[in-house]
């Protein structure tokens, strides 16, 4: 680890995509038509959005995927993303999709996975489409990008020879695992059938990650209340592939395998990992019907959930708390990987500095170095020789994150960061 002033600050959680018809060029031949109908219908509910939310006097957030105004470009400029993450102040990053691959519907997240109703084979060339567009956006920029390659559930053999294609690529940053959710038409990620996806990632060193966003249900069109339990519920949804890879017994038959919850808040994971000890605990040495329904699943376990958590699992913290960092010897220094969320506007960029001060002012330099360096370094395998001279060109110093940052002096329009919140309502009003 190079000593310095300045912390090298690498963010666990960041987004990338290519622009629309930038990915035509990464399909096979065969598909390029098909391609040509979908680009056409996507920029036209591109164009009637736009105009919706214009008559609606709503303003359009950074990125938003199909339109190429509003700053969509910061997915897919690299030169542009270099520069804004110099001038805010971090980097390196750890790079998940964020522009709707080829054959994604028009509505879908680029966080989900294809459903049953859609056409496997073509959102599967769109899926891989993806991964070989960002294998090439990495290597403008190689030591300061992990990118996350896409899986597809629907096809298991498929997804063991892309996780070694995007190992032998040098797409360090793992696998995005797509969710499951109950009418998804996939198998649960329990299911035994996916044991080849957990060793190719162990044997390949990928880690395994799943995004906030990735893995929800379809909460139909009942506005307002659908939009509201979309809010309610998305980060126990994304929480929720934990408990079923560590009662799957993936943990316990691929010890090397890491695994990563990312922008799903960190408080939860103290809340959550005594339950399933409970649980665990009942299943294995209680009566009744605990042990009925949960003692096949519990008896090859040597180890409780919160012991495979702290042996193998991590958060992708994005756009910590300061309550949140307080809490960090609870939930474990050496799991959580600060993140920044680039370019959604509820990152941090450009305050990241701002950002830093309020939630580590009058924390450990070597503490905060832990969770903003070196964690993610060794999970996603950054250099930190060939970062350093960058960070000390750009980064913050230590000494200026230690000092605190008063809520009253924090810009406007920095406080859509969840980050950047005020603490407590005493402070909404000092």
């Known amino acids: 680890m190079p000593d310095s002033?300045?912390?090298?600050?690498?963010?666990?959680?960041?987004?990338?995509?290519?622009?629309?018809?930038?990915?035509?060029?990464?399909?096979?031949?065969?598909?390029?038509?098909?391609?040509?109908?979908?680009?056409?219908?996507?920029?036209?509910?591109?164009?009637?959005?736009?105009?919706?939310?214009?008559?609606?006097?709503?303003?359009?957030?950074?990125?938003?995927?199909?339109?190429?105004?509003?700053?969509?470009?910061?997915?897919?400029?690299?030169?542009?993303?270099?520069?804004?993450?110099e001038a805010d102040g971090w980097v390196a990053e750890v790079i998940f999709p964020?522009?709707?691959?080829?054959?994604?519907?028009?509505?879908?997240?680029?966080?989900?996975?294809?459903?049953?109703?859609?056409?496997?084979?073509?959102?599967?060339?769109?899926?891989?489409?993806?991964?070989?567009?960002?294998?090439?956006?990495?290597?403008?920029?190689?030591?300061?990008?992990?990118?996350?390659?896409?899986?597809?559930?629907?096809?298991?053999?498929?997804?063991?020879?892309?996780?070694?294609?995007?190992?032998?690529?040098?797409?360090?940053g793992g696998i995005v695992l797509p969710g499951a959710p109950p009418g998804s038409g996939f198998l649960p990620l329990y299911a035994a059938d996916y044991e080849p996806i957990w060793a190719a990632c162990e044997a390949n060193e990928m880690p395994v990650n799943h995004h906030s966003g990735g893995g929800t249900p379809d909460f139909g069109m009942h506005p307002p209340a659908s939009t509201a339990m979309f809010m309610l519920e998305v980060t126990w949804w994304a929480h929720r592939p934990l408990w079923h890879l560590i009662f799957a017994g993936v943990f316990e038959r691929h010890p090397n395998l890491q695994f990563c919850n990312t922008e799903s808040g960190t408080k939860w994971i103290l809340e959550t990992l005594p339950e399933l000890d409970s649980f665990y605990d009942r299943m294995k040495y209680g009566q009744g019907s605990e042990v009925f329904f949960g003692g096949a699943a519990t008896r090859d376990m040597s180890l409780r959930p919160s012991e495979y958590w702290r042996r193998q699992c991590h958060i992708g913290a994005s756009f910590m708390r300061p309550n949140e960092a307080e809490l960090r010897h609870d939930v474990g220094i050496d799991r959580i990987m600060w993140g920044v969320d680039y370019p959604h506007n509820e990152g941090s960029q450009p305050y990241t500095r701002v950002h830093l001060r309020r939630a580590f002012a009058g924390v450990p330099p070597a503490e905060v170095e832990q969770m903003v360096t070196l964690n993610a370094a060794k999970l996603y395998k950054f250099d930190l020789d060939a970062l350093a001279p960058i960070a000390e060109r750009v980064c913050p110093t230590k000494a200026e994150v230690f000092e605190p940052f008063p809520w009253s002096e924090v810009p406007e329009d920095a406080k859509s960061c969840p980050g950047l919140h005020a603490e407590n309502q005493k402070e909404l009003v000092s």
Not at 51 to 77: I, Y
Not at 102 to 120: C, I, M, V, W, Y
Request: charge should be negative; hydrophobic fraction near 40%; charged fraction near 30%.
């Open 5 to 85: 002033d300045h912390y090298i600050l690498i963010s666990a959680d960041a987004h990338a995509g290519a622009d629309l018809r930038a990915y035509k060029p990464y399909l096979e031949s065969k598909y390029h038509d098909d391609f040509e109908d979908w680009a056409a219908a996507m920029e036209e509910n591109a164009r009637i959005m736009r105009e919706t939310m214009k008559q609606l006097g709503m303003a359009r957030s950074v990125g938003v995927d199909g339109d190429p105004e509003a700053d969509a470009d910061r997915n897919w400029n690299s030169e542009r993303r270099l520069r804004e993450q």
């Open 98 to 172: 964020n522009t709707q691959p080829p054959f994604a519907p028009l509505a879908r997240s680029q966080l989900e996975a294809p459903g049953a109703g859609d056409d496997a084979e073509h959102r599967w060339a769109g899926l891989k489409a993806h991964n070989r567009w960002l294998v090439d956006y990495v290597s403008l920029a190689p030591e300061r990008r992990a990118g996350c390659a896409q899986v597809f559930l629907g096809d298991i053999e498929g997804s063991v020879q892309e996780i070694e294609w995007a190992a032998e690529h040098g797409l360090r």
